[in-house]
């Protein structure tokens, strides 16, 4: 199902857009396949942010002094734990 | 207003110089070079303040287009047979996406083997891309449908891009007197494009995104109905048009002397020119003949066709084009709309004029005398054994 940011479903031709085009981002929650999820330790971050530069889905954004991950969209690749040069991230087994 | 004397080609090029295009993208070919030479000559010369982008390809030029019309401009772009397949991939983005760029297509045969001169077999192949598809019979006529694309693609009801098909040679390279309106009367006519359906800094969004199984459906009904929408506002756009330049259009077909007449051919583009040429002929014999020419093929004007053709006894359809191993498109889609009705007659096809042949009086005169013994199918015209 196609939903927006604020996770308003679109699936009725009266509220789908006209064109593929919209103020949101319409996607789906796309993450199901993930194994290993990263997990940033805030105490070891001291937010130069290269795990934001280098994330390929941009799922990783600044929060405050840190980073937050947007667990809906990342595939669990790890290229942020790998680029991480304090050792912040971690990757943790999905249950 | 004033009267020029110019080639298909350049009244085009004024048509849309009079359109004030933003972007206009494209990549020479023959027969389409002289309409974008004539459009770099007046931007050059200042007379059209446009940003003409010179691209390496006509993929590029139709995707350059496609971007430049993402932002809200009103853009242009021309091709001509290879170079209107090479973009092919591109032309449903533009539809899907609903941007409503105008093009114009010089038609042009299509390799192998190789040849410049004019058919239709490029635009008709690409008939189901969602464009909207206009031919014109005379350079009259394409300046006046180059002015009136912008505003038939543009209206908010239709979004749709239109291609504008010119016969490549006998409309492109011709000459003759063509009414070109003033600048002021042409701002008048064409108000400025407006949408919403663009990128902007005050209000972002995700635009060409991916639609799965679950809104596909949706959003392709969607591209349909503003297709059919442009049936209105073709007629709207030509009403206003009248009021404006006095010259009248008569919607998404035009016909000449088929009242009382019994056996009709439909064609496309100039072909309809010597057709009706022929009409007169026969009709001086007392033959009950007409003409009837299809301005504009998607959307198909069914209704109009099923209206025109009622108790006529056999119709031919001439057409430069065959679709292999069944029979032309244009043929197709005629038989479609009348098994959609009572029309219970003869329907032929005769394919002629490929790779720029010419198709002489005496060819049509020997059309119609076919369609007097009742023959079905398809016929290549002038072939010989």
Known sequence: ????????????????????????????????????????????????????????????????????INYDYCKGCGICQKICRKDAIHMEKER | MTKEFLSGNEAFAYGVKLSRPHVISAYPITPQ??????????????????????????????????????????????????????????????AGGRFPIVMMNANRSTALPWNIYGDQRDSLTLLDSGWIQAYAKDA????????????????KRVATPVMVNLDGFTL????????????????????????????????????????GPDTNTEFK??????????RDVISECEGRFEEYFGRKYTGLVEQYRTEDAEYIVIT???LYKSVCECVDKLRDRNRKVGCLRLRYLRPF????????????????????DISFGNEGTVYTNVCSALQQSSFNQPCSNYIAGLGGRDVPLSDIEEIFEDLEREQNGVHFVGLEE
């Open chain 2, 140 to 155: 009259q006529e394409a300046l006046d449908l180059a002015l009136m694309s912008f505003y038939i693609a543009e209206d």
């Open chain 1, 1 to 68: 199902m196609i939903r927006d940011v604020n996770e308003k479903a679109f699936t009725t031709l009266k509220n789908i857009p006209f064109a593929p085009a919209y103020k949101h981002t319409l996607v789906s929650v796309n993450s199901g396949f993930r194994t290993e999820k990263p997990v940033c330790n805030r105490d070891k971050c001291n937010g130069c942010f290269l795990c934001y530069l280098y994330c390929p889905d941009g799922v990783i954004s600044k929060d405050g002094e840190s980073i937050s």
């Open chain 2, 172 to 211: 492109t390279h011709t000459y003759e007197a063509v009414e070109v309106p003033s600048d002021d009367e042409a701002e008048g006519f064409l108000p400025d494009y407006e949408t919403d359906n663009k990128l902007s800094l005050e209000e972002p969004k995700n635009m060409a995104f991916t639609a």
């Open chain 2, 33 to 94: 070079t002289t309409v974008v030479e004539k459009l770099a000559t007046l931007v050059e010369k200042g007379e059209l303040k446009a940003d003409f982008i010179h691209v390496e390809s006509e993929h590029s030029a139709l995707s350059a287009a496609i971007g430049a019309s993402a932002v809200g401009a009103r853009t242009f772009t021309a091709t001509s047979s290879q170079g209107l397949l090479y973009m092919a991939e591109c032309l449903p983005y533009a």
């Open chain 2, 221 to 230: 009904y969607k591209e349909h109905l503003g297709v059919l929408a442009a």
């Open chain 2, 301 to 320: 004007p069914k209704t109009e066709l099923i209206e025109a053709l009622k108790g006529v006894k056999a119709v031919g359809v001439l057409e430069k």
């Open chain 2, 268 to 270: 496309l583009g100039t």
